[in-house]
């Protein structure tokens, strides 16, 4: 592995390759346990970076799905991959997610612009995720991120 880091930093590179990331190719796909208890998959088109350790995007139903399940569950993982990206092509990205409504203006006007449309009267609510952890590879090789504790 070609780097380890004692910290989180979704910054540079990383936050190239993930802001904006739906509009190069494949979407970001995140991974929770849903209310049923199952293991669901989704894509997020509206994924960005909201601070060196944080990642937002936006949840078009307030009430079920993801939202209702990170609040009884908030464990969730990312993966990523794609060839024509900026910076690293493939990020494994693992943190803890909540419902953060106070953040629904900031995440609702910094996603991108066909996510958006897909809620144009705002009903969804912003979701933040603590990231605990990050692998990636890029052409410099492999790297990880852990949170200290």
Same mark, same amino acid.
């Given at each position: 592995?070609?780097?380890?880091?004692?910290?989180?930093? &979704?910054?540079?590179?990383? @936050?190239?390759?993930?802001?904006?990331?739906?509009?190069?190719?494949?979407?970001?796909? %995140?991974?929770?346990?849903?209310?049923?208890?199952? +293991?669901?998959?989704?894509?997020?088109?509206?994924? &960005?970076? $909201?601070?060196?350790?944080? &990642?937002?995007?936006?949840?078009?139903?307030? /009430?079920?799905?993801?939202?209702?399940?990170?609040?009884?569950? +908030?464990?969730?993982?990312? *993966? $990523?991959?794609?060839?024509?990206? +900026?910076?690293?092509? $493939?990020?494994?990205?693992?943190?803890?997610?909540? *419902? @953060?409504?106070? &953040?629904?203006?900031?995440? $609702?006007?910094?996603?991108?612009?066909?996510?958006?449309?897909?809620?144009?009267?705002?009903?969804? /609510?912003?979701?933040?995720?603590? *990231?605990?952890?990050? *692998?990636?590879?890029?052409?410099?090789?492999?790297? %990880?991120?852990?949170?200290?504790?």
């Amino acid at each position: 592995m070609v780097g380890r880091m004692a910290d989180i930093f &979704l910054n540079g590179e990383i @936050a190239e390759a993930v802001n904006g990331a739906v509009l190069r190719g494949p979407a970001f796909v %995140l991974g929770y346990v849903s209310a049923d208890a199952t +293991p669901s998959l989704s894509f997020r088109g509206s994924l &960005l970076v $909201y601070s060196d350790d944080q &990642l937002a995007l936006w949840a078009r139903n307030p /009430v079920d799905g993801l939202a209702r399940s990170v609040a009884e569950r +908030p464990p969730v993982s990312l *993966v $990523y991959y794609s060839r024509d990206t +900026p910076g690293p092509f $493939y990020l494994s990205i693992k943190g803890r997610a909540r *419902v @953060a409504p106070e &953040l629904n203006d900031f995440v $609702y006007e910094h996603m991108v612009e066909v996510e958006r449309t897909q809620d144009p009267e705002r009903h969804g /609510v912003a979701i933040v995720i603590d *990231v605990d952890d990050v *692998v990636g590879a890029s052409t410099q090789g492999m790297f %990880l991120q852990e949170r200290t504790p």
